[in-house]
């Protein structure tokens, strides 16, 4: 097979699967500012698809990242259980409809470390 036909190939299977990393476009979250304050509107303007790759970078010392619900997406709080990430180079495959992440360090989401991305 063709190079042009391998390549087709991998393009129709991320276009019915959204094959995990093979495909996805990624995203450094809040560019050069990264993940930090005030990063909520980062996503505004983006078209985000599932397997597509977020890289959340901060200093561990004083952020982290959690991903939760909508609900807690609101109100700024997340479930005791949630898994948290701490390496300061964290990186998150998106997943089908609305994938949500805030910083449970206190006072942070609330000043806005917090994003929304939904993925078609
Ligand atoms: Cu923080």
């Not at 190939?9 to 495909?23: D, I, N, Q, T, W």
């Amino acid at each position: 097979m063709g190079r042009g036909c391998a390549l087709l190939v991998v393009a129709v299977l991320c276009f019915l699967s959204h094959f995990e990393g093979a495909c996805g476009a990624t995203y450094v979250v809040g560019d050069r500012r990264g993940w930090t304050f005030n990063v909520a509107n980062w996503p505004d303007r983006k078209i985000f698809r599932a397997g597509d790759v977020l890289i959340f970078r901060y200093n561990p010392s004083f952020h982290n990242v959690v991903a939760v619900n909508p609900a807690d997406y609101r109100s700024c709080a997340a479930p005791r259980a949630s898994s948290t990430l701490t390496s300061g180079n964290d990186r998150v495959t998106l997943k089908r409809g609305l994938n949500s992440f805030i910083c449970t360090y206190a006072g942070h989401c609330q000043a806005g470390m917090k994003i929304q991305v939904s993925a078609t």
